[in-house]
């Protein structure tokens, strides 16, 4: 199974200042067809997982341009260029490249400092 | 607008099970893997369970394969999870979402295992 290392697990920023979580995977993530099935989800207090990026960099519908994804192979990342209030919560990274099983790193909790 | 609603959750008993139901609307239910999530109390995601459009693939997690089916009526834009044999570890909110790529959540239905 592919197992995700999210760092650092807890993240405390101050408003307007960058936010960068990391998530490294025990194998690459490349699938057969060349793409590569990494996903950032974000979970605000109280609500259901909302995913924000797929593909490594691809932004969902509706997600701010503030966050973007970047990484390759076993290294991805997670950037939030100007962190607001709304921000607050827990990312998690999950790769469907290798299934059975979908799995999820750890989670990254994100609080204003 | 894509919305899943989930269903079915509560209390029961360890040893014993439930159906959890999950209505899509919004898109071509048909058109598209399916699949269900969990998350224990103050704990981090966990899939659970998945299906491709007709069936014909059923994935789930080691946790729970023995126990738990999933299921799918496109007629009814539904899927389900029947969960058997639940345990204490079995706890957790049930999310159902849309794609391989867990695209979009629903609010999620709570099952306690006492």
């Known amino acids: 199974d592919v197992v995700l290392t999210q760092s650092p697990l807890s993240l405390s920023v101050t408003l307007g200042q960058p936010a960068s979580i990391s998530c490294r995977s025990s194998q690459g993530l490349v699938y057969r067809d060349g793409n590569t099935y990494l996903n950032w989800f974000q979970q605000r207090p109280g609500q259901s997982p909302r995913r924000l990026i797929y593909?490594?960099?691809r932004r969902d519908s509706g997600v701010p341009d503030r966050f973007s994804g970047s990484g390759s192979g076993t290294d991805f990342t997670l950037r939030i260029s100007r962190v607001e209030a709304e921000d607050v919560g827990v990312y998690y990274c999950m790769q469907d490249t290798h299934w059975p099983p979908w799995t999820f790193g750890q989670g990254t909790k994100v609080e204003i400092k | 607008e894509v919305y899943l609603v989930e269903s079915g959750g509560g209390l029961v008993q360890s040893g014993g099970s439930l159906r959890l139901s999950c209505t899509a609307s919004?898109?071509?239910?048909?058109?598209?893997?399916m699949g269900w999530v969990r998350q224990a109390p103050g704990k981090g995601l966990e899939w659970v369970a998945n299906?491709?459009?007709?069936?014909?693939?059923?994935h789930y997690a080691d946790s729970v394969k023995g126990r738990f089916a999933i299921s799918r009526d496109n007629a009814g834009d539904s899927v389900y999870l029947q969960m058997n044999g639940l345990r204490a570890e079995d706890t957790a909110m049930y999310y159902c979402?849309?794609?391989?790529?867990?695209?979009?959540w629903g609010q999620g239905t709570l099952v306690t295992v006492s």
């Open positions: 919004g898109f071509t239910f048909r058109n598209y893997w």
């Open positions: 299906m491709n459009q007709d069936g014909s693939e059923r």
């Open positions: 979402a849309r794609s391989k790529g867990l695209e979009y």
């Open positions: 593909a490594v960099s």
